[in-house]
């Protein structure tokens, strides 16, 4: 049973660029969140999807959007990157109340 | 605002030595979670308390939740290499599905 996966594992990017980075839930699971967390630091929650809605959203700019799909897959989109948006992001899946499950992150690197 | 601080940030021991992770904040939480973090992974979970007071042991870890459940403490008994990581502790915010993290704890074991 395949657990939360992300892709892609390493990304390197300039200031100013656009990226895209994908979450797969894991099975049976219809909520998807996304983190971002600065090195050595707690993740900070950028927003959650659910039924292809964002149901919450935490303290990023419009920069930051997100989408998710039938299959309950999602995409997290940074526009206009800046040097600031270097960080693990983390998506997480869940359903219902129960705990989320944290796929091991998109590493992005901003030159 | 809701926030959870965590307390100490750094923790470097050696082997055999215990170990205490505090987790503190001025809110109410239905639950509190912690988690463990390994360098290129996604953060892990350990536990979830839930009621005031509770006490949840998990081999050589011992997790409290304090009576008001505002607070939580994680308790490591003759501390191993292999419990070096990043230590999270993590509640949702309200009724939501947003999880909140402390800032974390980096423990670090020395043989």
């Known amino acids: 049973d395949a657990g939360v996966t992300q892709s892609p594992t390493h990304l390197i990017k300039t200031r100013g660029q656009q990226v895209t980075l994908r979450c797969s839930p894991k099975?049976?699971?219809?909520?998807v969140s996304w983190y971002q967390q600065a090195l050595g630091q707690g993740p900070q929650f950028i927003f959650q999807?659910?039924?292809?809605?964002?149901?919450q959203r935490g303290n990023f700019p419009d920069r930051f959007s997100g989408h998710q799909f039938p299959n309950y897959s999602s995409e997290l989109n940074v526009n206009a990157l800046l040097l600031g948006d270097s960080a693990l992001y983390l998506c997480?899946?869940?359903?219902?109340?129960?705990?989320?499950?944290f796929g091991d992150g998109t590493r992005l690197s901003i030159l | 605002t809701q926030l959870l601080e965590q307390s100490p940030q750094f923790l470097s021991i050696q082997e055999g030595e215990n170990l205490t992770v505090y987790c503190n904040s001025s809110?109410?939480?239905?639950?509190l979670q912690w988690y463990r973090q390994e360098p290129g992974e996604g953060p892990v979970l350990l536990v979830t308390?839930?009621?005031?007071?509770e006490v949840k042991k998990l081999k050589r870890l011992t997790f409290q939740f304090g009576d008001a459940r505002k607070d939580s403490s994680l308790h490591i008994t003759a501390a191993q290499p292999g419990d070096t990581g990043l230590y999270l502790c993590?509640?949702?915010?309200?009724?939501?599905?947003?999880?909140?993290f402390g800032q974390g704890t980096t423990l670090q074991v020395k043989p």
């Open positions: 997480a899946s869940s359903s219902g109340y129960q705990p989320q499950h």
């Open positions: 099975s049976g699971h219809d909520t």
């Open positions: 999807y659910y039924e292809e809605e964002e149901r």
């Open positions: 809110s109410v939480f239905s639950s």
């Open positions: 308390v839930v009621t005031g007071g």
């Open positions: 993590a509640a949702p915010s309200s009724n939501t599905g947003k999880l909140i």
